[in-house]
Each structure stands twice: as structure tokens, then as C-alpha cells.
């Protein structure tokens, strides 16, 4: 014979709340609680069916064409928020990516650089803190120089979920009246991939 038991809460011996179900929205475990699914066992979750995974995130674009002199490194102004899950990303005043979740990200940024003029190289850095930690560099060595070029770095940095920061920055050498080009050709944005 079937057995059915009905209630809204279930609550360990302190009187924590483990299970709790509260207009149409069932809670699993109280606040500091980890729930393990053990080995052997399985949890099968539907396509869509969990939010939050992987972030913090956001994404964001240089909104118009900004100038950036012969040789100077330059942090860009990504200013242009596709979406940003937390607001962690300042998109008015810094341009920067500071999240308040600890853990490691995968960060990606590309640029479209232009000059006026051909150039001989154009570098994209990503800035932790005030230093650069990933690079990106088109070098047309024993080609022809060129006016305009994608340049594109990413890969996993660690963050300490409360004052580091990431940013942008750009240099083209070899021409003048350069820029990096805006719209969504020239782009940033990062994810929490885990711990």
C-alpha cells in the first residue's frame, strides 16, 4: 500500500528549513548547506532547466570609434553592455570587470584595429589589476602592412571575488589617426566557470 505524506517544510534538528515548498517554489537545503548527489546516483536536469550556472557574466561592445595615438597603449572603452547578470561590469566610468564572486573565468576580448594608414603591428591586452596578463598580437612580419586587422586574446584567469578587476586595452604601431572600431566588431566579456 502506497504511503502519502504531506507537508510544506521539512527541518533538521536545529530547525533549520532542509526542504521547503512555498508557492510553487521548492527550496533544497538552508543557507552554508552543501548537497552532494552521492556516487552511483544520478540527477538528471532538463535542457533550460537551471539558471545561474556560469555566472557572474557580461558582455560588452565600443559603442562609436575610439582614437587611440601611434604606439600607446590605450584602454578601451567598452561602454555598451550586451548584458551583464550581476552589474559587476562598469560600463560608464572604468570600463572594467569587477566580480564579487570568487573563482576562475574565462575572459575574452576582441578588437577591430584601424589606422588611417598601414600599421606594422596591433596588440589587444588583458589588464588584471593594472597589468596586463593576456596578449594578443597581429605582427605582419616580412608582409605587407596593413590598415585594419581583428585582433582577439582570451583564456582562463583566477579572481578573487572582491578587488581584482579586468579591463581592456589596445596599441597600434606604425600609423597615425588610429582607432578601434566600434560596434559589436570590437567586444569583451567574461564568465564564472567554476571554483
Keep these: 500500500m ?5 507537508v510544506d517544510t521539512i527541518q533538521d534538528q536545529s ?4 526542504i521547503n515548498e512555498n508557492a510553487d517554489t521548492i527550496t533544497i537545503g538552508a543557507s552554508g548547506d552543501t548537497i552532494t548527489v552521492p556516487t552511483g546516483a544520478s540527477l538528471t536536469v532538463p535542457n ?9 557574466a557580461f558582455e560588452a561592445y565600443v559603442g562609436s570609434n575610439q582614437t587611440i595615438g601611434n604606439t600607446v597603449i590605450t584602454k578601451v572603452e567598452l561602454n555598451t553592455e550586451v548584458f551583464d547578470t550581476d552589474g559587476y561590469y ?6 572594467r570587470f569587477t566580480p564579487l564572486v570568487a573563482g576562475k573565468y574565462y575572459v575574452y576580448t576582441q578588437l577591430y584595429l584601424y589606422g588611417s594608414g598601414d600599421f606594422d603591428r596591433g596588440r589587444t591586452f588583458i589588464y588584471k589589476n593594472g597589468s596586463n596578463v593576456k596578449l594578443g598580437v597581429i605582427d605582419p612580419v616580412n608582409s605587407t602592412p596593413m590598415n585594419a586587422a581583428s585582433v582577439g586574446v582570451s583564456g582562463i584567469i583566477d579572481m578573487n571575488g572582491s578587488t581584482d578587476y579586468l579591463e581592456v586595452h589596445a596599441s ?5 589617426g588610429n582607432s ?3 560596434g559589436t566588431y570590437s567586444y569583451f566579456g567574461a564568465y564564472r566557470i567554476g571554483d
Design 180 to 182: 578601434v572600431f566600434g
Design 90 to 95: 562598469d560600463n560608464v566610468t572604468n570600463y
Design 2 to 6: 502506497a504511503s502519502i505524506l504531506k
Design 48 to 56: 533550460g532547466g537551471l539558471s545561474g550556472q556560469n555566472y557572474p
Design 172 to 176: 597600434i604601431q606604425g600609423a597615425i
Design 15 to 18: 530547525g533549520n528549513n532542509i
